[in-house]
């Protein structure tokens, strides 16, 4: 399974981004779905996780600022991100769960937010 993010860029505290993630096989609806982020020095981190059947959790960081869903028609996963702060800016990646862990990874989308 190829990951592609897209959706990254630079944008002022306060505002909004969306995310996307399209996976090149149909076999995307039966995997959960994730992302990470990482900024420059700390560990990677994750935001949010999607199931199969679209139950979502959050990070702390971000909970009543972000939102994943899926499109299992589009094999695409989505992260709304609003109220956008500076200390969310990262690299953002996608990831697909199987075999008990993440197991394919996405390119990484730069996402900049300045004060």
């Known amino acids: 399974v190829q990951l592609q993010a897209s959706g990254g860029g630079l944008v002022q505290a306060g505002g909004s981004l969306r995310l996307s993630c399209a996976a090149s096989?149909?076999?995307?609806?039966?995997?959960?779905m994730g992302w990470f982020r990482q900024a420059p020095g700390k560990e990677r981190e994750l935001v949010a996780t999607?199931?199969?059947?679209?139950?979502?959790h959050y990070g702390d960081s971000v909970k009543g600022r972000f939102s994943i869903s899926r499109d299992n028609a589009k094999n695409t996963v989505y992260l709304q991100m609003n109220s956008l702060k500076p200390e969310d800016t990262a690299v953002y990646y996608c990831a697909a769960y199987r075999s008990s862990k993440w197991e394919y990874w996405g390119q990484g989308t730069q996402v900049t937010v300045s004060s």
């Open positions: 096989r149909s076999i995307f609806s039966r995997l959960a």
């Open positions: 999607i199931t199969t059947g679209g139950s979502t």
